[in-house]
């Protein structure tokens, strides 16, 4: 018969509290026994003579360093306590560095400075030798870092650490070694102490600048004073002198008047001396002057990133996955294997390495199949990567984060390398900040669904030269048709003119570039200069300069255009906004001129062919059709994105998309930083309104070209009609309304027809006062 052997009971292990009050107990009477040591007092320890003898094994060993272990000992009960998951291995050897190499610098320390050692001898053990030889004299050894450990330091022969690694050495191994040590144990990162140092240097710094600064104009203001007060006390004349002088003065100025030459309206001869003509350029061309008193917004301003919290089930759920879009994949006869794998802000990409022999198009087609499988919203296959021997597919992120303005912009400054004007777009599909530079772009197209994140991205890209630029770096020109979006930014001090919000403004803003452009590279023209980046830099000749025919200015501002709702300017009047378009989308970037176009409907009418030749830099948020993703990008996929800030980049000199998250702003810190800025001073505008500015009254610094070449036809079409307006002309010779109110104004000029009188249509004056037409010429009756 069996016997039955007796199962043992497992002893249920102590719990956690109990052991985290276990370890602060001996945590506590540890403290209070080593506080209370003193090496000739036993009966002073709190511990009485148990005390004294733990206190003094502990100094005999560890010295000083001996508070680590009660410390130590706390610091495991509280991660107990908090259920903080901890390695005890890998913490017991920490520490146990920690202990050794915090034990030798002490000892190191109170080598080389005794007296620093010799105010802790009440507290440690310490020895006092005395010699005979050369002379009776006492030498006192100072144990801060225990008995060994100055054995090891000092007495052992011949490898004693003194002679290996020289006091100094020794010194500077164990302070690193014991940082090294200290943060393994705590697990504290050293990344963000630098940066939190490296901003408190910063903030210093910047105040010690603006004090100095200050000290600089209150000298400067002072002195000026001083110079005000003593020309007006050399130009007053003593109170009881005047009286004197003021009947000798009435008779000096009373026959003066008659002798007055009379100035008569006639030829003036020339001078003898022959001078160089100046060019006439328009009182409107852009000189910006340096403001000192400027300040850049902060960066606190911003709203702070969000706590990240940690994910630990983030690796199992992309591996998860992993083996469903693998297991899709070999269902319809598809072996392949699943390398890399990159969690974004809001997508994850799986690289897919498919076996040899498989047809890349064969997985591209099977793009709705996959996102059915893995239950995704939308799903994009990039078939192959570039450069990669794989298929990228993208499937929306299991926990989307969003993108910090804030924290994006903290890491561009910290940065190296500048950029002259910087982006600031969002964050990759692989978990890197995407910058780009208006200037090497040059310009950017933008197109999105309504709610996709087009205008989020305008903000984002406003705040970014805001941010970053001064007034008299960029400068910047709005037109916004829907007159809600960039209304906001009128204030601004780096605005040219208010926001634009009529059609016919915008068509007078971009011929007020345009003229803008040409006398920008007339002057580089004079100077031998190829662009703006040149001008800016030169070492300046003043004498030179002032010679040439037309004001040079010290520095020119890069001008930035940002016109939203595109596709409505468009519709109103084609032609006229893409002539002026396309000129400076052709010629402009030499001289700091760039445009940014932005559109919910990228249509053909819209994104012309001459457009997108000159735009190749673009950004496409989630559009409606395949259709309207060619059009922007050229290829499909905008269609497939998911909304909400998603989007993708062509960067400059590049084929290749890059997707991204695009990085978000809130209207409160938008609101912050006008506010901020706007109470630096008053915007200074070149232009009061270009709403209420026609393209007729732009200047010109050469002679008229002629008149328009429609005017015969508009007076043809006048006299025929006998009524004028400029939406009749609009409508009878197609054209758009700056055209058509240009043809107004010279009709009116010529005496065609009579002034503005309210809503009513203009009066047609009589034939007597026009010029005879041909009546033999048939087409100018028709």
Known sequence: MAVKKKKKKKQAPISPDAQALLLITFSFLGFL???????????????????????????????????????????????LLTRVRHHPLYDHLYFLILLVSFSCFLTAMS?????????????????????????PRTLTRYYLGGVPFYFLYADLPHLNLQKILSPQGTLLISTSTTLIAFFLLTRIQVAPILFAFKQILQKIGKALQNF?????????????????????????????????????????TLPSAPEQPVIRTGPIPEMSVPKKERIAIPTQSLIVQKDLSFKLPPPDLLAQPSQKVDQPG?????????????????????????????????????????????KVQKIKALENDIALNMEAKSIRIVAPIPGKAAVGVEVPALHPQEVNFQEMLLYYQQKGKKQQIPLLLGKTIHGEWLFSDLTRMPHLLIAGATGSGKSVCINTIVMSILMNARPEEVKLLMIDPKKVELTQYSALPHMIAPVITEAHGAYSALQWL???????????????????????????????????????????????????????LMMVSSSDIETPIARIAQMARAVGIHLILATQRPSREVITGIIKANIPTRISFKVASRINSQIILDEV??????????????????????????????????????????????????????????????????????KDALYDQALTTVLGAKAASTTF????????????????????????IGPQEGAKPRRVLAASQMAPLDEDDPDALS
């Not at 003193?38 to 004294?52: M, Q, T, V």
């Not at 598809?334 to 969690?343: D, F, L, M, W």
Request: proline share 6%; net charge neutral; glycine share 6%.
């Open 212 to 252: 100095l600064l200050f000290l600089w104009k209150t000298f400067l203001s002072s002195k000026n004073e001083k110079r005000k007060e003593i020309k007006i006390h050399i130009a007053q004349t003593p109170q009881e002198k005047r009286k004197e002088f003021e009947p000798i003065l009435k008779k000096k």
């Open 314 to 358: 983030l690796k199992k759920d992309l591996m998860r996955q992993a083996a469903v879009l693998e297991e899709t994949l070999k269902s319809f006869g598809i072996e392949a294997k699943v390398g890399e794998i990159h969690s974004g802000p809001t997508i994850t990409s799986l690289e897919v390495h498919p076996s040899i022999g498989v």
């Open 514 to 568: 345009v003229k803008e452009m040409q006398v920008r590279y007339e002057i580089l023209k004079h100077l031998a200069l190829r662009n703006i980046t040149a001008f800016n830099s030169r070492k300046r000749d003043k004498e030179h300069e002032a010679s040439l025919p037309m004001p040079i200015p010290e520095t020119m501002p890069f001008i930035v255009a940002i016109i939203d709702e595109f596709a409505d």
């Open 111 to 135: 080598d080389q400075f005794p007296n620093w050692a010799a105010s802790w001898e009440s507290r440690t053990l310490f020895e006092k030798i005395a010699f005979r030889t050369p002379y």
């Open 637 to 706: 996929g905008a269609e497939s994105l998911l909304g909400n800030g998603d989007l993708l980049f062509l960067p400059p000199g590049s084929s290749q998309l890059v997707r991204a998250q695009g990085v978000y702003i809130s209207d409160e810190e938008i609101h912050r930083i006008v506010q901020f800025l706007s109470l630096q001073g008053v915007p200074q505008y070149l232009i009061p309104s270009f709403d209420t500015y026609r393209a007729t009254d732009l200047p010109l610094d050469s002679p008229s070209e002629g």
């Open 33 to 79: 026994s080593l506080c209370s040591f003193s090496p000739d007092a036993p009966e002073e320890n709190f511990l009485g003579f148990l005390g004294y003898l733990i206190a003094f094994g502990l100094n005999y060993f560890f010295g000083l360093a001996s508070f680590l272990i009660p410390t130590y000992l706390f610091w495991i009960a509280l991660r």
């Open 729 to 752: 002309l609009q409508r009878k010779l197609k054209i758009g309304y700056a055209r058509a109110a240009s043809l107004m104004d010279e009709l009116e000029a010529n005496g065609i």
